[in-house]
């Protein structure tokens, strides 16, 4: 018995270092991190941030980390090295002042930081949390570094970093220096992809989506303006106020580097799901027709590892009190279109594909919040906005 003394549950680890003195748990996990070991969790209260780990089928629902203050967000696993997954954490309170910190209270002081399943002792912070900076949207590369978007006092970019040395080392991608906001940038197959605003005329701005080589392109010659939110007539729509979200955003390579899956906001519609070709550039819109203007979106895509599928956010608020955010699945030509099916208890964010390979029984790995009742049903509306 480990430490020697009493051991009440009989599993080789004495009461007073035990985790869960009570029910036996040998490995001591503790996925949220809270000090209380996972087989002692009350699964019938989740934290009120979780990621966890599902099947497409909707079975097998794992909590992996939980935190029950700190929003986490952009939720990626690590291809080459199992179990270890990326995520962006909130760090400030906002004007509503209700002591959690969450993605509608602001992004100042976010922070990329880096976890090994099943021991929440192994974090590592890449980047943050400082104050009047963003450090968020990280995603790994095919060599196991992480490329993150920062956002400080007049400066926007993006960063590598290396997990493998110790300190983490970091290193700036060369920008364009033509672009005014670069943002949620996507490394793949030798490209990055990027969602940009950029100058129309002077006091005309527009949000396009971007690729450029990995290596970074100091004078933008290389760097390819691939969609941009246009009128009939393919003349770009302006925009003045640099905080909307108007346009292209979340754009995400294919895993041979030919696509991009996007997601765009238009005066006439919420988010909506398109892919672009990167060679001849041309744009095909995901998203059936006939969704809510206003009250049904479509985000956050993401590619399966063999590029057969999509998975995405999709989000329901046509009924207040029954507001739903699920997960989706859907080709990329567009069919085959299916709802994961998730519990219902559950608000659903940020959902990605796990490798292929070091996860037993789940394919999918997402952030969750409990919905919150509204009557006979339950809602997820109060995470959409901010009081």
């Not at 754009?251 to 899956?261: C, E, M, T």
């Amino acid at each position: 018995m480990a430490d020697g003394g009493v051991d009440s549950d009989g599993d080789g680890v004495a009461n007073v270092i035990d985790n869960c003195p009570d029910l036996p748990n040998p490995d001591q996990h503790d996925y949220d991190g809270d000090g209380l070991g996972h087989a002692c969790d009350d699964a019938s209260e989740p934290p009120l941030f979780g990621i966890y780990t599902a099947r497409l089928d909707g079975t097998h629902v794992t909590l992996i980390r939980g935190d029950d203050q700190r929003q986490m967000t952009h939720i990626h696993a690590d291809p080459r090295q199992p179990g270890r997954i990326t995520a962006t954490r909130y760090n400030a309170d906002g004007p509503d002042g209700d002591g959690l910190f969450e993605e509608l209270d602001g992004r100042s002081r976010t922070e990329v930081f880096s976890f090994e399943l099943g021991d929440a002792a192994l974090d590592v912070t890449v980047a943050g949390p400082t104050n009047g900076e963003i450090n968020s949207n990280g995603y790994w590369s095919a060599e196991s570094e992480l490329i993150y978007l920062n956002v400080g006092m007049g400066f926007s970019g993006f960063f590598r970093a290396n997990l493998g040395a110790d300190p983490v080392t970091r290193e700036m991608v060369e920008r364009d220096p033509g672009l005014l906001l670069m943002l949620d940038p996507h490394q793949k197959a030798g490209l990055i992809a990027f969602a940009a605003i950029y100058a129309l005329a002077p006091g005309q701005l527009a949000r396009g989506m971007f690729v450029m080589p990995s290596a970074g392109d100091p004078t933008g010659a290389n760097t390819m303006l691939l969609s941009v939110l246009s009128d009939d007539a393919g003349t770009p729509i302006p925009f003045t106020d640099p905080e909307t979200m108007m346009g292209d955003n979340d754009p995400k390579l294919s895993p041979d580097g030919s696509r991009v899956v996007f997601m765009r906001q238009s005066p006439d519609e919420m988010w909506r799901l398109l892919v672009a070709d990167v060679s001849p550039p041309s744009v095909t819109r995901l998203s059936p027709e006939g969704l809510h203007a206003e009250r049904q979106a479509d985000a956050l895509p993401e590619w399966s590892e063999d590029g057969a599928l999509i998975l995405f956010n999709h989000f329901d608020f046509r009924d207040f009190s029954a507001t739903a955010l699920d997960v989706y699945t859907v080709r990329p030509d567009g069919t085959g279109r299916a709802r994961v099916p998730l519990p219902d208890h559950l608000c659903y964010q940020f959902p990605d594909f796990l490798p292929e390979e070091g996860f037993d029984d789940a394919e999918i790995l997402f952030g969750a919040r409990p919905c919150v009742p509204a009557g006979d049903s339950c809602s997820c509306w109060p995470y959409l906005i901010n009081e």
